[in-house]
């Protein structure tokens, strides 16, 4: 939301969770910071969370907040970005019916996953999150409300969870394994958001569908493989069936979800898919460079998460 008048004061909740710590790494980087004029960090815990020791010409503040003092938190923010995690949806609708008592103009919820408003079935999680953007559109119409869908989490998809058998080179593909399928690394996730917050706010979009990387999963299986892996297996199992018996079930958990809706190429974050915005956030990368899975594949040598013990005991 740069301004010739001023940089705005952007907030962040959740600044020391999974995908907040590199949210927050990414607004105090050298390449962000000069956008803003104060970076807060909101902690419930009032401990300062560990920051990389980067800032430069931003001033940065941690507040600590309950559900008690919201709006007392928020005061002087501009741009909010929560990232607060799966389990409080009840604070996030406490943190949203605060901001109507706040100078906040640019609100970023907590979505950085896949577009659930395109999904023909329930999902306990996903119905949560859209509860909550029906609700910031009845009490906040005047802030830009900006979505951030990024696919799947490059660093932590290619695993059994989601049919990727890194340990013994098999993977399993639900529906077919030439569905094209976006990933971002978390790392970019936040930079992606950092970019976003320092556009002017009319050129901020409701929704930003960004992707580091998209490799089917018979891709995947090639580059892994020629990264150390060796020759991995790809098989392919009903999509239908596999459908159905998911959602007769009432579930949180997304990753069942998440392995047919590859299939449905539902998680292509191209143009040719359900659109991309990375040329928004990150032109001709002159920002930085998109990890991609062969960045993963040669770190990991073709076997992510070859240790990992699954089904977790």
């Known amino acids: 939301m740069a301004s010739t008048t001023r940089r705005p004061v952007v907030a962040i909740a959740g600044a020391t969770g999974h995908l907040g710590k590199h949210v927050t790494s990414a607004f105090l980087s050298p390449r962000f910071s000069n956008r803003f004029s104060e970076i807060v960090l909101l902690s419930r815990q009032g401990a300062p969370p560990e920051v990389a020791d980067q800032v430069t010409s931003v001033k940065l503040t941690v507040r600590q907040y309950d559900e008690n003092n919201l709006v007392d938190a928020l005061k002087g923010i501009h741009i909010l970005v929560n990232t607060v995690g799966a389990s409080g949806h009840e604070f996030k609708e406490k943190l949203l019916h605060a901001l109507p008592q706040t100078r906040v103009e640019v609100y970023f919820p907590s979505e950085f996953g896949v577009d659930h408003y395109i999904h023909d079935f329930p999902h306990l999680e996903w119905d949560q999150k859209k509860k909550h953007c029906t609700l910031a559109q009845q009490l906040i119409p005047g802030v830009k409300v900006c979505r951030v869908f990024c696919g799947l989490f490059l660093e932590d998809s290619i695993g059994p969870w989601f049919g990727f058998d890194t340990t013994n080179g098999k993977y399993e593909s ?17 930079k992606a958001v950092a970019s976003l917050a320092g556009l002017p706010k009319e050129k901020i979009p409701e929704t930003a569908h960004i992707a580091g990387d998209t490799r089917s999963i018979s891709e995947i299986a090639s580059l892994m493989g020629d990264a150390g892996a060796g020759r991995v297996q790809v098989t392919e199992i009903d999509l239908r069936q596999y459908k159905e018996e998911t959602t007769a079930k009432e579930s949180k958990d997304p990753a069942r979800f998440l392995r047919f809706l590859m299939g449905e190429n539902k998680i292509n974050h191209t143009e040719a898919g359900i659109g991309n915005d990375d040329e928004l956030v990150n032109p001709e990368q002159q920002l930085w460079t998109w990890e991609t899975l062969v960045d993963l594949a040669k770190r990991t040598h073709g076997q992510p998460w070859k240790d990992f013990a699954w089904p977790s005991p």
């Open 174 to 190: 639900v529906g077919s394994s030439q569905s094209p399928v976006s990933f971002t690394s978390l790392g970019d996730v936040g």
